[in-house]
């Protein structure tokens, strides 16, 4: 190696060749690794949203019993003195008995108030069990469904009773009357909320739940027995609705200190701030805050509910705190219905946490039900202690010296612990706390900036966190912000939102409702807004307008379409992409925006996105064109014009390189066949007609009748996933007869287990269901007939599509679906087989009365015997013959024959020497596919509606859904791959070093010389016959290639590591193979002789194969039996692959963009067999048919690209070859043998060395400066640069030294000096320089 030359070159001096390689493995781009490749396309799983209340309620009833009796204590409590006395802030004895009760009845109401002013309050002071009763029952048939509040103070009677009795008073309170809880039950019904403040008050908590279970037990007893009392009685209210709270325990009394009130828990309950502030200064630690007295309490300025004032601030501070805590404890379901479902209740539970930390340190338990976990020990209380802390020692200046209040830097201590929860957490980890009080800050205007910015941080997470900020809910703020006309919102606003969309679309009739949508519309048209923001906007009102009739009218009327056009040609591929989406939405099935879309010239604007170079973009303008035809109202000739020119303008993608356009190209011109369904079965017949009586001459028809395939042993069936639908299309062709007529359907099943190819794995059911008719499991339009139908409309080119007359443009659309159909890639072919068969079913229905009455046709299908086919079947070793009598044709009744299995476990390989047998499919099996018989035809009239919509409903791609998922998902995560720690990211150096070693260890021998080159060091069987073999190159597997599929092997250990079927159809064989991102994450490009791509990943690991994607590289390509087929070269550094082969041009592709990007006229009449190129000097160069090699530059135009032409060949190129340095040569070589070497510039061969004649195959080492000859004499010659001969190899290592056969492919390593050889006898052998060498 030349190096001092190859520094001089290098971009950075002092870097050795082999350093730079391993630094350019970073800088290489990877190929089809992209989402589309890697994902699935199609949604996210909805995650059930629970957080909208399904039953949002509202406590609008409440009953104040308060059975004071002022001035008698009840005998069973021996009061201390002194003792607590106020009842509702008003000490009883300080006026009148009567007046007092009236004072504290009013008060009570006023406390209640504030909590829910619009609630009707009834007071029933001292009353008597009647009172009681038409109080609750009047309040219960007011409140109807509604909820109904009791409030019960019980300080003037005896305790609550072990039998469940709570104490009024007679009419002239000379007694205690007890009142059942059974009996208030059914008086309050369901929902209600109890709340008891008396001594004991936990035993009627636990007479209430026996008194409800007695119910629900009798209620069981009286629906079995309807002769039972209750059982003509109206159900009664469940009691599982009925809250209760009660002040402590059944065994507690209520606290006697005379510094409280003596209704504490009911003050908790009420006036929480007044409370929990005079607690506060009875505690020890209060005289940390000198100067705080109860008195001055009471002069706190302010109002509850002005937060800018000290109280306002406290009791908002107080309602963040108890939110927080009560989310953090409870369980979701209990927290959203106590805390979220009804107002007064949510207050008064936040209210009860204070409760519960007051009285207990009473030693008092206060009780609730449903239960909850104990909190009063939460950490979040301290907060509120320091909270209250810093208010209460600003009091003193405040109130004697005026000065002004300062905030409490409560909410932004949170929103900072939030902030640090966002940036040090881990992935998997619990929730924030601070989560609810983040929501609270959402309404101070001093905070709200940065508190959307974390909340969109948050949202960012996943669509976990979505769930969680809306079950905390978020949603009723983030919608009222909508209206605030703040800048500075905008772009948090429009991210927040398309989090929440992403996850749930259900908002979309909130944000129409409130008016939403015009928030975003003007995001839109802000064209001082970033483009990521604007793309959010855009998604949202996609969102808005999916499948929502009232989002579309608004969003149009909005001026959504002008806004979507103006944006189309935006640089930023996603916000195109969007926006072509989301048009395709405002006009899917909405006629008035179809109109406004034609008056704006839409679809011709969307026309440019066509060609877009990248694919989600191209795939979006097709979903947009394809709902714009897809409208079902009537049509005009305008109208069809336009439908015309846009089906024409969508065909030209029939050779996308990208699947996911194709996909959605099938889609939408299925919507054209549905809107034109009459003319689609015209064509369809004709197409049926012309197809029955023609016949092509195809290469599996001109196969010599003695020749018999040798048949692959069953173990080596190829597991196939992902592409089983290939099993009944592709396989199903049979090579005697493409079937004669329509009803001839899926002619062959296997005759049994062994005899058995990837060639013809066809199974009878299908996997995707037709859409014919639902009853049948069949296509009508087998692969075969619509392959030969394709065939039979000399569809070689595309280009005589354009500019065709109108009346056939059904004709052609026919066309682009039939070529569809025989797409490589298996979803697309699987779409457009659907489409086919539905309009075949159709026009073959219609045509179908008039020949039901010529009884012949019924049976002209069947076999006069079934004997003659069964014996057949039988021979092939397969399962017994199946009558198949002409009668059970005429009804559904088709026999089924067994369906096979395919193996799911890799079985082991071996290999059969003998025994050949005739491939099965000689032996069709002819069934009646459908055949609806007399009886049936009337009621076909009634079908085709139904059908219809089966058809468009049941095609669709999810392209939408998926693209959805992009905000979803994060965006602000650095992604894995630049993550130095994530796995992917250390898996990827390993590789790379792996590289470095292979390339320093093979340069080693390399540089040291090569003297032979015959030492086997690998033989192995292929299942198939060799015909192009790959080394891997940097890891030990090497790819096989057979007819039609491919086999890896590890050429260390000598083990088979996968067989996999290509897919390619059964006149067709592989031709080429190349490994894409060999130096990271490899795939597997395979190329037909049809001229179709195919790549693959997971082969040769523990996975199976599955196809990333596949496309039509060469569409003109017409399979011959002797053609150089399809050869191929691929440039990592670009990304581009050049194709050519049995066509007049040079196709180069850029799979980055999945497009075509050049065409390159030869310029010859034969045929290219062999592709070299070198991304440094843009040079192609190309061997030929005719024996010359053509030398091409790809940055010129196609008239001038040709540089240069050699014609020293006499005969067929078998391999042209570029070297890569900056002076490389090119080294050509032909059938005859002679080896000629060109430098570019110069227009003669520099130099000349002969070989042996006959070559059928040959390869060049790109390091070594070896090239090695295979000959039809069964032998490989080794060469050096000088010609020299360093090894002739002919027979095998073993196997008692066997002679060698034909040789049919051979390959190098790009690195080691190994030379792989494969042979028409089946065996594969690697052979590789001396032992002591390596």
């Known amino acids: 190696m030349k190096m001092d030359s190859d520094l001089l070159h290098s971009p950075a001096v002092g870097l050795t060749e082999e350093e730079e390689a391993d630094m350019n493995d970073w800088k290489l781009p990877l190929a089809f690794m992209k989402k589309r490749h890697s994902e699935k396309i199609e949604g996210s799983k909805a995650l059930a949203q629970s957080w909208r209340m399904k039953d949002r309620m509202k406590t609008v009833s409440v009953a104040l019993v308060l059975c004071l009796n002022v001035g008698v204590d009840p005998p069973d409590v021996v009061k201390t003195s002194p003792c607590a006395r106020l009842e509702c802030w008003i000490d009883p004895l300080s006026m009148s008995p009567q007046k007092a009760l009236e004072t504290i009845g009013a008060n009570l109401q006023k406390q209640y108030e504030n909590w829910q002013p619009r609630a009707r309050y009834k007071q029933s002071l001292d009353p008597t069990v009647d009172e009681v009763k038409k109080l609750c029952t009047s309040l219960r048939r007011n409140a109807k469904e509604e909820r109904v509040l009791f409030h019960y103070n019980g ?300 909340l969109g941080r948050f949202l960012d997470l996943g669509p976990w966190a979505v769930s969680l900020a809306l079950s905390v809910g978020i949603f009723p703020y983030v919608l009222k912000l909508l209206q605030s006309s703040a800048r500075e919102l905008r772009p948090l ?244 007869n493409l079937n004669k007529s329509l009803q001839n359907l899926n002619l062959n099943e296997e005759g049994g287990p062994a005899a058995f190819s990837p060639g013809n794995l066809s199974t009878s059911s299908s996997t995707s269901s037709t859409l014919g008719s639902p009853d049948n499991d069949e296509y009508i339009l087998s692969f075969e007939t619509i392959d030969k139908m394709r065939r039979v409309s000399s569809y070689s080119s595309l280009n005589s599509l354009i500019g065709v007359s109108f009346n056939s443009v059904y004709t052609q659309i026919w066309r682009v679906l039939l070529h569809l159909a025989a797409d490589p890639f298996p979803e697309v072919s699987d779409l457009a087989m659907k489409v086919l068969n539905s309009i075949a079913y159709k026009a073959t229905m219609n045509a179908r009365p008039q020949r039901i009455l010529d009884s012949g046709s019924l049976t002209q299908s069947a076999p006069a015997s079934p004997t003659s086919k069964g014996t057949h079947i039988h021979q092939a070793g397969g399962s017994p013959p199946m009558p198949s009598a002409s009668s059970s044709s005429l009804t559904n009744e088709v026999p089924k024959p067994p369906a096979r299995e395919q193996p799911a476990t890799r079985p082991p390989y071996t290999p059969t020497l003998g025994g050949q047998a005739p491939h099965s499919h000689q032996f069709p099996r002819t069934r009646k596919m459908f055949d609806k018989g007399p009886e049936q035809a009337g009621e076909d009239g009634d079908e085709p509606g139904g059908h219809r919509n089966y058809i468009s409903a049941a095609l669709q791609t999810g392209l939408c859904d998926w693209s959805a998922k992009y905000f979803a998902q994060p965006v602000m995560k650095i992604p894995e791959e630049h993550d130095l720690e994530s796995q992917v990211r250390m898996e990827r150096q390993w590789r790379f070093l792996r590289n470095t070693r292979v390339r320093r260890q093979s340069r080693g021998i390399t540089q040291r010389g090569v003297s032979r080159l015959d030492d086997q060091i690998f033989i192995n069987r292929n299942p198939g016959v060799p015909s192009v073999v790959k080394f891997h190159p940097f890891n030990t597997c090497i790819a096989v290639a057979d007819k039609d599929s491919i086999c890896f092997w590890d050429w260390e250990k000598g083990e088979r590591l996968d067989y996999f079927y290509n897919g390619n159809p059964r006149y067709t064989r592989i031709t080429a193979m190349e490994y894409l991102n060999g130096h990271d994450c490899s795939l597997l490009l395979t190329a037909t002789d049809d001229g179709a791509l195919r790549i693959w990943k997971n082969f040769a690991d523990q996975k199976n194969p599955e196809m990333v994607t596949a496309w039509q590289g060469l569409s003109d390509m017409l399979p011959t039996t002797r053609g150089a087929g399809m050869v191929v070269d691929w440039e990592q550094e670009t990304g581009l692959l050049m194709t050519s082969g049995d066509v007049r041009v040079v196709r180069i592709w850029d799979t980055d963009r999945e497009m075509k990007v050049q065409d390159i006229p030869t310029g010859a009449d034969s045929c290219v067999t062999s592709l070299s190129c070198d991304s440094q000097r843009s040079l192609i160069v190309a061997g ?151």
């Open 155 to 454: 300080h003037g009677v005896p305790r609550p009773t072990v039998n469940g009795e709570i104490w009024v008073f007679n009419k002239n309170y000379t007694q205690y009357i007890p009142l059942s809880i059974y009996d208030l039950q059914t008086w309050m019904g369901s929902p209600s909320i109890f709340v008891y403040d008396c001594s004991n008050a936990g035993i009627i908590v636990k007479s209430f739940k026996q008194f409800a279970l007695q119910r629900e037990q009798e209620l069981e007893v009286a629906a079995i027995n309807p002769s039972h009392p209750l059982a003509q009685m109206p159900l009664p209210p469940s009691m599982k609705n009925c809250i209760q709270l009660a002040a402590c325990e059944a065994s507690e009394l209520l606290p006697m200190n005379p510094d409280l009130p003596a209704d504490l828990f009911t003050s908790c309950l009420t006036t929480p701030i007044k409370i929990a502030l005079r607690w506060f200064c009875m505690q020890k630690s209060a005289k940390l805050v000198p100067g705080v007295t109860l008195d001055l309490i009471e002069k706190i300025p302010g109002r509850l509910n002005d937060r800018r004032t000290p109280l306002g601030e406290l009791n908002w501070i107080f309602t963040a705190i108890t939110d927080t805590i009560a989310w953090n404890v409870l369980p979701r379901d209990l927290f959203q219905k106590l805390f979220r479902q009804d107002l007064l209740v949510a207050s008064l539970f936040r209210n009860f946490l204070l409760a519960e930390r007051i009285m207990r340190s009473y030693n008092c338990t206060p009780v609730s039900s449903p239960r909850l976990p104990p909190t009063y020990m939460h950490a979040m209380w301290q907060a509120w202690d320091l909270a209250v802390d810093i208010c209460l020692s600003q009091l003193p200046t405040i109130i004697e010296e005026g000065t002004a209040f300062r905030h409490s830097p409560f909410f932004a201590e949170q929103l900072t612990a939030f902030q640090v929860w966002l940036t040090m957490g881990v992935e998997n980890r619990n929730p924030p706390e601070q989560l609810p009080i983040v929501l609270q800050v959402l309404l101070s205007q001093v905070h709200r900036l940065r508190a959307l910015d974390l």
């Open 1184 to 1334: 030929l048919g005719d024996g010359s090699v053509r030398v091409f530059d790809r940055r010129m135009g196609p008239n001038e690209c040709r540089v240069m032409t050699y014609r020293e060949h006499g005969a067929w190129v078998v391999k042209a070859h570029l070297q890569k340095e900056t002076d490389g040569h090119i080294i050509s070589v032909s059938v005859n043998g002679d080896v000629r070497f060109f430098e570019p510039r110069s227009p003669d061969s520099i130099n000349v060395l002969q070989t042996v004649k006959g070559l059928t195959a040959l390869d060049i080492h790109p390091q070594a400066n070896l090239f090695a000859c295979g000959s039809m004499n069964q032998f490989i010659a080794v060469y050096n640069a000088n010609g020299d001969v360093i090894s002739n190899i002919k027979y095998y290592d073993g196997f008692m030294g066997q002679r060698i056969g034909a040789i049919s492919c051979l390959a190098f390593h790009p690195h080691w000096p190994h030379l792989a050889v494969g042979s028409n006898d089946y065996y594969m052998s690697i052979y590789s320089a001396e032992k002591r060498l390596r």
């Open 493 to 736: 606003l429009v991210f927040i939102w398309a989090k929440i969309l992403a996850v749930d679309s259900s908002c979309q009739a909130d944000l129409v409702k409130d008016n939403g949508h015009k928030y975003f519309l003007s995001v839109l048209a802000d064209s001082y807004m970033p483009a990521e923001h604007r793309t959010m906007a855009v998604f949202i009102l996609a969102v808005i307008v999916n499948s929502y009739n009232t989002g579309q009218e608004a969003c149009l009327q909005g001026n959504l379409i002008a806004n979507c056009l103006e944006q189309l040609s935006d640089p930023h591929p996603l916000l195109r992409q969007w926006v072509a989406i989301c048009l395709g939405r405002i006009w899917q099935n909405f006629e008035p925006a179809r109109w406004c879309g034609v008056r704006d010239s839409a679809h011709e604007k969307l026309y440019t996105l066509l060609s877009d170079p990248i694919p989600e973009v191209r795939c979006a303008a097709v979903f947009a064109l394809g709902t714009f035809v897809g409208n079902s109202a009537e049509r005009t000739d305008h109208s069809t014009t336009i439908d015309h020119n846009l089906a024409m303008m969508l065909a030209q993608l029939i050779n996308d390189g990208s699947p996911v356009v194709r996909k959605e190209l099938v889609v939408a011109l299925s919507h054209l066949v549905v809107q034109y369904e009459s003319n689609f079965c015209t064509v369809a017949l004709q197409f049926i007609e012309e197809e029955k009586n023609y016949t092509v001459p195809s290469p599996a028809n001109t196969a010599e009748p003695g020749s018999l395939t040798p048949v692959r042993d069953s173990p080596a069936i190829p597991r196939l996933r992902s592409v089983n639908s290939y099993t009944n299309i592709r396989a199903a062709t049979t090579a005697r």
